[in-house]
């Protein structure tokens, strides 16, 4: 049972960070989704936060930092693209994976020789950093917020739900309110001479060729995949199913564009790309409290944001 705290101010944030450096988990909002916070120096928090999550050792986290000057510390050897992708995109929905300094240890890359870094475009999430680095703090390291292999969360009722359980008192969730984007960091490979999408977001590939001014590899959308990482994720209880014709007792995932059948429950209407990645989660969810056994959902078309929505929706149907 973790507490929940709904009024974030400075001197709040400040204890929080404390409780960081002291051992303790932190859940945080970040524009994507949820993430569950440990001090990214501190092995055995790390471990905890992962036992928390029911998530295999192997698998590395990402760690979160407050500023540039701080890429330094965790990383090395930089190539130009990745610093024009940094200057461009963070703080924001984008996690670069760059060759690792020591300091990184194998408990947080998976024994890869990269390490994970994002800054986080979120105030909330901005402030925590800042606090954290105030009490000697070099970053947080954290996954998204759920259990592992199920819905990330976009809310910290959701984050409660999935974690509370196996959160001890002294644990803490950070309630800012939903998350704008919806769906988590685009992870890009920049351990090559060419930046590498492994897992589509927010910053999509036009956005990194335009940055970068290099034409990326083309990838087949089913064949992304973030290393370490299983096919089936972001999975709610109830079976997915793509496309088709929606059968009553059925939920419904679609854009506004597409009428509900009788007997169907809606249970998102989306009218745009940006409001289909903010609610799919929490509407992924909603068919679990209703304890539906089947949700279909019809994938939005496009490039951009619309690439990560699929790679999501394609997960969450993989079983
Ligand atoms: O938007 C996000 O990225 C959210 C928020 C909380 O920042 N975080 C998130 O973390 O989605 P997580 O752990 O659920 O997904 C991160 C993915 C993992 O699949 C992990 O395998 C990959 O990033 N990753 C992190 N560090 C890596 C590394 N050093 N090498 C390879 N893959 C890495
Ligand atoms: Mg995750």
């Known amino acids: 049972m973790a507490t929940i705290i709904s009024q974030c101010s400075l001197s709040v944030l400040r204890q929080s960070a404390e409780k960081l450096r002291a051992g303790d988990l932190v859940a945080f909002p970040t524009e994507t989704v949820y993430g569950i916070g440990?001090?990214?120096?501190?092995?055995?928090?790390?471990?905890?936060?992962?036992?928390?999550?029911?998530?295999?050792?192997?698998?590395?986290?990402?760690?979160?930092?407050?500023?540039?000057?701080?890429?330094?510390?965790?990383?090395?050897?930089?190539?130009?693209?990745?610093?024009?992708?940094?200057?461009?995109?963070?703080?924001?929905?984008?996690?670069?994976?760059?060759?690792?300094?020591?300091?990184?240890?194998?408990?947080?890359?998976?024994?890869?020789?990269?390490?994970?870094?994002?800054?986080?475009?979120?105030?909330?999430?901005?402030?925590?950093?800042?606090?954290?680095?105030?009490?000697?703090?070099?970053?947080?390291?954290?996954?998204?917020?759920?259990?592992?292999?199920?819905?990330?969360?976009?809310?910290?009722?959701?984050?409660?739900?999935?974690?509370?359980?196996?959160?001890?008192?002294?644990?803490?969730?950070?309630?800012?309110?939903?998350?704008?984007?919806?769906?988590?960091?685009?992870?890009?490979?920049?351990?090559?001479?060419?930046?590498?999408?492994?897992?589509?977001?927010?910053?999509?590939?036009?956005?990194?060729e335009e940055s970068t001014g290099i034409v990326l590899e083309e990838v087949s959308e089913t064949k992304i995949r973030v290393s370490g990482s299983d096919k089936q994720h972001y999975a709610p209880k109830?079976?997915?199913?793509?496309?088709?014709?929606?059968?009553?007792?059925?939920?419904?995932i679609a854009m506004i564009e597409v009428t509900t059948p009788e007997g169907v429950i809606r249970l998102a209407e989306p009218k745009s790309i940006e409001e289909y990645a903010r609610v799919l989660y929490s509407a992924l969810r909603m068919s679990d409290t209703q304890n539906l056994e089947r949700v279909r959902i019809i994938p939005p078309t496009g490039p951009g944001l619309a690439v990560a929505i699929r790679d999501r929706i394609n997960r969450a149907a993989a079983n």
């Not at 990214?40 to 936060?49: C, I, P, Q, S």
């Not at 919806?182 to 589509?200: A, F, H, Y």
Request: include cysteine; charge should be negative; charged fraction near 20%.
């Open 238 to 252: 109830a079976k997915v199913i793509i496309d088709g014709q929606s059968q009553s007792g059925e939920g419904l």
């Open 38 to 208: 440990a001090d990214a120096e501190n092995k055995d928090a790390v471990a905890r936060m992962y036992q928390v999550k029911n998530r295999p050792a192997s698998h590395p986290v990402i760690v979160h930092i407050a500023e540039l000057n701080d890429v330094d510390y965790w990383a090395q050897e930089i190539p130009e693209y990745a610093i024009n992708l940094m200057r461009d995109f963070w703080p924001g929905p984008m996690t670069l994976l760059l060759k690792r300094r020591e300091v990184a240890g194998d408990f947080l890359t998976g024994a890869q020789e990269v390490v994970g870094l994002r800054i986080p475009a979120n105030s909330l999430a901005l402030g925590l950093l800042n606090e954290f680095k105030a009490v000697g703090g070099k970053g947080i390291a954290a996954p998204s917020a759920n259990r592992y292999g199920a819905v990330s969360p976009t809310t910290a009722e959701a984050v409660s739900q999935e974690l509370s359980e196996f959160l001890s008192p002294n644990d803490q969730i950070l309630d800012g309110g939903p998350c704008l984007v919806g769906v988590e960091s685009t992870i890009i490979d920049c351990s090559g001479q060419n930046p590498k999408i492994l897992r589509p977001g927010a910053i999509s590939a036009e956005m990194i």
